[in-house]
């Protein structure tokens, strides 16, 4: 009884708050740096995508194919698995990370850049079949809406894939340094940033557009 009334702390002395600054870690000032420029990023897809809803109706297209003629749910559907598992084969290899275990953390990476590879290469394939058919950016105002909003995504994945090697080079050859961790945070954040404009992408474009 009388050691608990000791370890009471006095209410007119106690120290409620610390009031001293001591500085933010590097690793956070980075992570809330790069998620500003995520922000700003953001900023691009939402005058895309509001590109595209104006160009979206049916005189955009004077008279040429539309989405609806060409749009393939199916295979699109195979894209965003394949981008999904993507982001969850980084997230495992984040896991590791946690646990210090670089080959886990390698594997996650590898595993991430497979799987983005496929969903580029699909996304190339489905470019190169469009323009096999004469559908261009040249074609419409709403075709060169649709194809510049899906490539920007697409050159988003591409540089992301490439940071993924650069990461993977650098954890075999520095290991687990404050570098290295805060660079995988904000590829981290990056790489589930593409996947959630990738879900819009698929909702309001290649769905909505099918079914119109």
């Known amino acids: 009884m009388s050691g608990h009334a000791s370890n009471t702390p006095d209410p007119k002395t106690a120290v409620l708050w610390d009031t001293e600054y001591h500085g933010h870690d590097v690793i956070s000032t980075r992570s809330l ?21 104006v160009l979206s109706y049916q005189h955009s ?28 084969a980084y997230g495992m290899g984040m896991t590791a990370l946690k646990r210090r275990s670089r080959g886990g953390l390698i594997n996650g990476l590898l595993g991430a850049f497979v799987l983005g590879v496929l969903f580029l ?18 074609t419409s105002g709403g075709i060169s809406a649709f194809i510049v909003l899906t490539q920007v995504h697409a050159a988003h994945i591409f ?38 404009v990738w879900v819009f992408v698929y909702i309001f474009v290649y769905l909505w557009g099918y079914m119109s």
């Open 121 to 138: 290469v699909l996304d190339i394939h489905d470019v190169l079949d469009l323009a096999a058919h004469g559908i261009t950016v040249a």
């Open 61 to 88: 297209y004077f008279g040429g194919p539309t989405p609806a003629d060409f749009v393939k749910p199916w295979y699109t559907f195979s894209q965003t698995i394949a981008l999904f598992l993507s982001v969850l």
């Open 33 to 53: 740096g790069f998620f500003l420029y995520l922000l700003s990023d953001g900023m691009i897809f939402a005058t895309l995508f509001a590109a595209y809803g």
């Open 159 to 196: 540089f992301g894939l490439l940071w993924i090697l650069v990461m993977i080079y650098q954890v075999l050859r520095l290991g687990f340094t404050a570098d290295t961790v805060g660079r995988l945070l904000s590829l981290r954040m990056f790489w589930h940033f593409q996947a959630v």
